[in-house]
């Protein structure tokens, strides 16, 4: 059986997605690959926010 990943937009079998027991079919939307992509993405991002919320703090304490 295979499934369409709507970020990458190509057809692969079942195998590529990870198990969502809350979708209709049991499986994620996106496939694996698509996912961690995003998911490392979104890290980085966080990592650059949380960083400088961190300096902000900080500057923040020592100003105290």
């Known amino acids: 059986m295979c499934k369409r990943c709507p970020k990458c937009e190509t057809t692969k079998e079942l195998e590529a997605f ?37 300096e902000k703090e900080r500057a923040r304490s020592y100003a105290r």
Do not use: V
Not at 33 to 45: D, F, I, M, W, Y
């Open 18 to 54: 990870g198990k969502d027991k809350n979708m209709k079919d049991g499986f994620t939307r996106m496939c694996k690959s698509c996912k961690n992509l995003t998911n490392g993405r979104t890290k980085e991002q966080n990592k650059i926010r949380y960083d400088a919320n961190k």
